[in-house]
């Protein structure tokens, strides 16, 4: 394989960093960029990228893709492929701070947007969510359902990206794929998260938050088969022909644009998802029950057979084992970081 550019946007966060160390294993040259925004533990973060930093072959930028002189600092860089996952993230926070996610998702992607254009990149490729199928209920939620009536605004800016991203596809001729992701989890994860948050609480005796009284199921999707997956379609270039699986595919009709859902398409409830976290720590959870969130969804369940027919492969890693591989991660991480101070 011949080394290509890839920029990846939020080199630093979660799946950002777990897709980024995947393609320099696999020989690519990454160039990063990610703001590093204190939304949750810089130093976190900043362990993430001094991994990274071990690599020769990628070169990181601290900077604000809000903000577009930042993002004309990368034209030199000679990118080939664009990963645009930098957004602010969480469902909830939106009710509460929207503003920045006007800042981070609307005006972020639209120089991002722009910098493909510049560019001329040979695929961008862009992360969107689940919570896109909002109040859908027919399911397994696949990629051509109408999706009309997201319930957070975190939801409609995401969808933004979507449309925003058709549009210069379609006017610049940007092959583009935009990907939903399904309830990401796994080592290195966020501490806003519901297994990162889960695993403290249970470890310190605390009670743990559960909302709708525990009716609730995920199609819960492990962080590195999500790697895998991304690295799968860079390779995978959308284009306006004919295919074989055109009776699945979201292709648009006008621009070599496509949208993917990256799930496990095996939905856990969310008590069997609490026991799994249990089994592992040896302890019970201490539960608060409470009544469903505003913005929030009963369950969410991938249709992952584009995935399929396009990479010849889905993720498939258990809960079982990507939940121990978690608690082993975090109690790891934070044993090293006590004997740092």
């Known amino acids: 394989m011949n080394a290509k550019k890839i920029l990846v946007t939020g080199s630093c966060g979660f799946i950002g960093f777990h897709l980024s160390n995947l393609l320099l294993k696999n020989g690519f040259e990454v160039i990063g960029i990610d703001n590093l925004d204190p939304y949750y533990d810089v ?36 990118i080939d492929k664009i990963v645009h996952l930098a957004a602010q993230a969480g469902v909830r926070y939106s009710i509460d701070k929207p503003e920045k996610y006007v800042t981070s998702n609307l005006l972020g992607c639209a120089n991002i947007l722009e910098l493909a254009r510049l560019t001329n990149v040979s695929h961008l490729l862009l992360a969107s969510t689940s919570s896109a199928y909002g109040a859908n209920t027919d399911m397994p939620f696949a990629e051509t359902q109408n999706c009309s009536h997201p319930l957070s605004f975190y939801a409609a800016t995401k969808q933004a990206n979507e449309l925003m991203s058709h549009s210069y596809s379609n006017i610049f001729r940007i092959p583009t794929t935009a990907f939903r992701f399904f309830t990401v989890y796994g080592p290195w994860g966020r501490p806003d998260m519901a297994l990162f948050k889960f695993t403290k609480a249970i470890i310190e005796g605390s009670p743990i938050d559960v909302y709708n009284h525990g009716k609730m199921q995920r199609d819960f999707t492990f962080v590195t088969d999500l790697a895998r997956s991304i690295m799968d379609l860079l390779e995978v270039t959308p284009v306006l022909e004919v295919t074989e699986f055109d009776h699945i595919d979201s292709k648009s009709p006008v621009a070599p644009w496509r949208l993917v859902n990256i799930g496990n398409a095996a939905p856990t409830d969310l008590m069997d998802y609490i026991n799994a976290i249990e089994t592992v720590l040896g302890k019970k959870a201490e539960i608060n029950f409470l009544p469903m969130q505003p913005g929030d969804v009963e369950k969410t369940y991938a249709n992952v057979s584009l995935l399929k027919a396009l990479t010849g492969r889905v993720p498939n890693t258990t809960i079982d084992k990507g939940v121990t591989e978690f608690v082993t991660w975090y109690q790891d991480y934070y044993r090293q970081s006590k004997k740092g101070t």
């Open 43 to 78: 130093g976190l973060k900043r362990a993430r990228n001094n991994i990274l930093k071990k690599f020769k072959s990628y070169k990181f930028f601290e900077k604000d893709i809000s903000v577009f002189q930042h993002v004309e600092e990368l034209l030199p860089e000679g």
